[in-house]
């Protein structure tokens, strides 16, 4: 199990180490929606957003998060957790129509010690799997080849997402 779960630290650390103190999620999400595509972000609800990982595992490897920053899980609000919930719902769903996973492993990482790249700012991944991509991963960590394939992903992703969650709050 270790090798499937310690791919989350990867080359991330390093790089948010980098960004200084700054949390590149309140990042995202204090953006205007105009720029949510420049910065992944594929939805912003009411108390909780979905972004793509800038630093993929696999492609369509998805993050929903709580708006406001927070390190700790157990301070989560009802509301927080329904939402956050039924996001990873949506973006599972979405997943399976525009990418056809196998299978998804779906987690958080609370603390460095346990793979947080991010760890001021809780963050539950979503990662698609396929049959035999344990070898995927040394191409997709060169992030220049995939940028291109990010906003074309994307573009694929978010109308199918907003069509889900709609459908989610029309209940
Ligand atoms: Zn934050």
Same mark, same amino acid.
């Given at each position: 199990m270790q090798h499937l779960w310690a791919f989350w630290r990867s080359t991330y650390i390093e790089n948010v180490d980098k960004i &200084? !103190? $700054?949390c590149f999620l309140c990042e995202a999400i204090k953006q205007p929606p105009k720029k949510y595509r420049e910065y992944l972000v594929l939805h912003r609800g009411k108390t909780a957003f979905v972004i793509m990982n800038l630093y993929p595992y696999n492609g369509g490897h998805l993050m929903v998060c709580p708006i406001r920053h927070t $390190? $700790?899980? @157990? &301070? #989560?609000t009802e509301e927080e957790i329904l939402e956050i919930n039924k996001l990873v719902r949506a973006c599972i769903k979405a997943l399976k129509e525009t990418i056809s996973p196998h299978g998804f492993n779906v987690g958080w990482n609370l603390g460095r010690v346990a793979g947080?790249? #991010? !760890?001021q700012h809780i963050h539950c991944h979503i990662v698609p799997r396929w049959h035999g $991509? @344990?070898?995927f991963m040394p191409v997709l960590s060169q992030t220049k080849v995939i940028s291109q394939h990010f906003l074309s992903l994307y573009d694929r992703i978010k109308p199918v997402l907003e069509r889900l969650i709609k459908g989610d709050e029309r209940g």
């Open positions: &200084s !103190e $700054d $390190d $700790d899980f @157990t &301070s #989560l947080a790249g #991010l !760890e $991509d @344990t070898n």
